[in-house]
């Protein structure tokens, strides 16, 4: 079983829907979710940053962990066609030097966002 | 900044040759990774480095890769002797320790090398 789980889609939808991204994992050391964006034939960029449980808002977008479910997600508001890509979901252990700069990656979700 | 160089952009070679990859991370971070990614399998993380020192090889899938950081501003991932197998994008990142603009590590990648082999 993979550490951490992603349906890799692809998902398609309309301008102006409600996107919701997922991902879950075993780790419990876990403390530290991100999400990043990688448009086609480009390196991923972080979208979204997260330390332990809570919401975290940014514009249009809403990144959840919910730790005691093991369960994180994405949310995009009002999606436009810029939005197209595919959003991987992305966690480490914590803060300690050498262990917390290590990533671990979900496969990632390819999304279409049609005008 | 430049941000994270990687060369070449694509490669084509053919099986049993030997391919060189070449990254060079942002200034001053002292983190490197590199990573594969192809459609079956997502992001891989092959190997990283603190501080030119190599920290985890574990991903590496065998002994016909190998990585190098000889210095601050300059890292090699060589495949030696490739195979179609190994057909995949190959992605640097470079990060800095500790909490930034409060986004802690984060991990900044290249434009990736596109590797194809016949």
């Known amino acids: 079983q993979k550490e951490v789980e992603q349906d890799p889609g692809p998902l398609s939808v309309p301008e102006g829907a409600i996107v919701s991204l997922n991902c879950t994992y075993s780790?419990?050391?876990?403390?530290?979710f991100m999400w990043y964006r990688q448009y086609s034939r480009k390196g991923p960029e972080l979208l979204m940053y997260?330390?332990?449980?809570g919401n975290k808002e940014d514009g249009r977008f809403t990144a959840q962990v919910d730790k005691s479910s093991k369960y994180i997600s994405l949310f995009i508001r009002d999606s436009q066609p810029s939005d197209s890509a595919t959003y991987l979901c992305?966690?480490?252990?914590?803060?300690?030097?050498?262990?917390?700069?290590?990533?671990?990656f979900g496969e990632g979700t390819q999304l279409t966002v049609n005008p | 900044d430049a941000g994270v160089i990687q060369s070449p952009r694509h490669e084509v070679t053919e099986m049993g040759q030997e391919v060189t990859l070449r990254c060079k991370p942002i200034?001053?971070?002292?983190?490197l990774f590199w990573y594969r990614q192809t459609m079956m399998r997502g992001l891989e993380l092959l190997i990283y480095f603190n501080n030119n020192v190599p920290i985890d090889d574990s991903g590496m899938p065998e002994d016909r890769f190998s990585a190098k950081m000889p210095n601050a501003s300059f890292s090699t991932l060589k495949i030696q002797p490739s195979e179609p197998r190994d057909s995949a994008v190959y992605f640097c990142?470079?990060?800095?320790?500790?909490?930034?603009?409060?986004?802690?590590?984060?991990?900044?990648f290249g434009p990736g090398t596109r590797l194809t082999v016949l």
């Open positions: 992305a966690m480490t252990p914590g803060s300690k030097k050498t262990s917390g700069s290590r990533l671990t």
């Open positions: 990142a470079s990060s800095l320790y500790g909490l930034r603009r409060g986004r802690h590590n984060e991990q900044f």
């Open positions: 780790n419990s050391a876990f403390q530290y």
């Open positions: 200034s001053g971070h002292d983190y």
């Open positions: 997260t330390y332990s449980s």
